[in-house]
């Protein structure tokens, strides 16, 4: 091979594997490439497009607004939990004695001049569960907690220090903010946030848009006359013109104002020559809005932790019957929260009423636990090997010594 035959081998080479803008700027195209062979398609291509879903925003305020105040079953789980959570009266302790009077047990039976304690802690207990977090303001005077107040936790941001930590708390109402210190926050379990909580509501939310759609769309059925609209068919002689664009628009006029909505419903239709009405209607499938609803409504108490029963919600069978449904929610849901709240107040409180000073709850006072309580004080009482006071401390009361 003789050097030019070379020279040449290797200047195209280099035109194959220049990058095509290079070899757009020289005026040297590349060689010709077969594109692949595809086989053809002798069947129409169809393509199903499902619309996205619309989820309502998740910032407290929506979800207050759609979650609580626009859907019933979560505003009864929050009312019931609230109520009931509030409805335990507060205990206080020094050491092991419980103490029966003073201004810590005043305080929280009369914590300012607006509410009652159990008013405050129900609103306590309420935004906890709309907005997984509450906050417990003091108001001091004279060296002492004087005055108690829950604030609103939309109005409420933490300030962090420099590890991360709460240091403090801006409170802010009509763009005016004031920096707070003696707050105690009350937070539910948050995987992915260090300083706020996470709501049920939140965690319930798709569930709740699926409920209040369902609502939504029933109440569009009724408006209709409960049934979907029909096909209005012109059927004019052979060959005729259709409708004209103001016959068109007269017509669906009259039906959107004389035969729409609950007002006219049953109302018979009055039709011109040519036109024809053709009724639609559900498949039973598509009619079963019912059960939609109410297994959303399970998944809504199921976030609460509140039993569907309680609600009254059909199809559910976990429980044999009320009784164990509703020792259920008390034992897993309403004392853990009363339990938890005591512990915080104890830490937060109780050392500014004096040393050892420790707030507990009753649970004697629980209706629905008497018949856990009469099962146990039997067990107690037929154990022989036990002392007074060993099973007075077993039964979760102080021992009084005297008599074994």
């Known amino acids: 091979m003789t050097p030019i035959d070379k020279r040449k081998i290797k200047t195209m080479f280099d035109n194959w594997f220049r990058p095509a803008r290079a070899r757009a700027l020289d005026g040297v195209q590349p060689p010709a490439v077969r594109p692949p062979e595809t086989k053809g398609v002798s069947a129409p291509l169809i393509a199903l497009l499902a619309g996205r879903p619309s989820w309502s925003r998740r910032d407290f305020a929506s979800l207050a607004r759609e979650g609580v105040m626009a859907n019933a079953i979560a505003y009864r789980c929050v009312r019931v939990i609230a109520e009931s959570a509030a409805s335990v009266p507060w205990l206080l302790y020094e050491g092991d004695i419980e103490v029966s009077s003073g201004p810590l047990l005043t305080l929280l039976a009369a914590p300012n001049a607006g509410e009652s304690g159990t ?40 300030v962090q220090d420099a590890r991360g930590w709460a240091a403090a708390y801006d409170y802010t109402v009509a763009g005016q903010s004031a920096r707070l210190t003696d707050v105690l926050h009350g937070k539910l379990f948050h995987p992915l946030d260090d300083c706020y909580g996470l709501s049920p509501i939140e965690a319930a939310a798709s569930a709740l848009d699926i409920h209040n759609a369902g609502a939504g769309w029933t109440k569009a059925l009724l408006d209709n006359a409960a049934r979907p609209s029909g096909a209005l068919v012109y059927k004019g002689p052979d060959n005729a013109p259709g409708l004209s664009e103001e016959q068109f628009a007269r017509l669906k006029n009259e039906l959107a104002e004389s035969y729409s909505g609950a007002a006219n419903a049953g109302r018979p239709m009055v039709l011109e020559g040519g036109l024809d009405w053709r009724a639609m209607s559900f498949a039973p499938q598509d009619m079963d809005f ?30 044999a019957n009320y009784r164990e449904a509703n020792l259920a929610f008390w034992r897993q849901t309403v004392m853990p929260l009363v339990a938890r709240t005591a512990k915080d107040l104890t830490r937060w409180l109780a050392p500014r009423f004096g040393d050892g000073l420790r707030i507990g709850y009753d649970a004697d006072a629980v209706d629905a ?21 060993e099973k007075r401390v077993a039964a979760g009361y102080s021992p009084v010594g005297g008599e074994p």
């Open 290 to 319: 019912s059960e939609m609803r109410n297994a959303a409504a399970r998944e809504i108490a199921l976030a609460f932790g509140l039993p569907p029963m309680l609600l009254g919600l059909p199809g559910d069978n976990t429980y």
């Open 119 to 158: 008013a405050l802690f129900e609103r306590w207990y309420a935004f906890l569960e709309c907005a997984g977090n509450a906050y417990l303001q003091g108001v001091s005077a004279g060296g002492a907690v004087r005055e108690l107040h829950v604030l609103r936790p939309d109005r409420v941001r933490v």
């Open 369 to 389: 636990l008497a018949v856990e309580r009469e099962s146990v004080w039997d067990r107690l009482n037929a154990a022989d090997f036990l002392s007074r006071d």
